[in-house]
């Protein structure tokens, strides 16, 4: 069951991680918007390692505009990043 909704806002998590993820450092901390709930996935953190992927984890494409990315964005208004992250790597904002 997805934990977040369509519409919800939600952080990305800033924490460290020394193993492999998926989660640029670049998107952590910051806040966007749950724009669709896609599948459940195995973990890429465990994957990457040859395990099972457990626990299986909702993953969601969140919609980030570019100047809560870059301060002092100056491109086009209305330019976001969509990007896909793993349920655990997210928090309510």
């Not at 918007?33 to 626990?55: F, K, M, S, Y």
Request: charged share 30%.
């Amino acid at each position: 069951m997805a934990r977040f909704a369509i519409g919800d806002r939600v952080r990305i998590s800033d924490r460290e991680e020394a193993r492999h993820h998926r989660v640029p450092a670049y998107v952590k901390g910051h806040e966007g918007e749950v724009e669709r709930v896609c599948a459940a996935q195995g973990q890429p953190e465990t994957l990457a390692l040859g395990e099972d992927g457990e626990p299986i984890q909702t993953v969601y494409r969140i919609h980030i505009p570019q100047t809560r990315l870059w301060p002092g964005y100056e491109g086009p208004n209305g330019d976001s990043l969509e990007i896909e992250i793993f349920e655990h790597w997210l928090e309510s904002a």
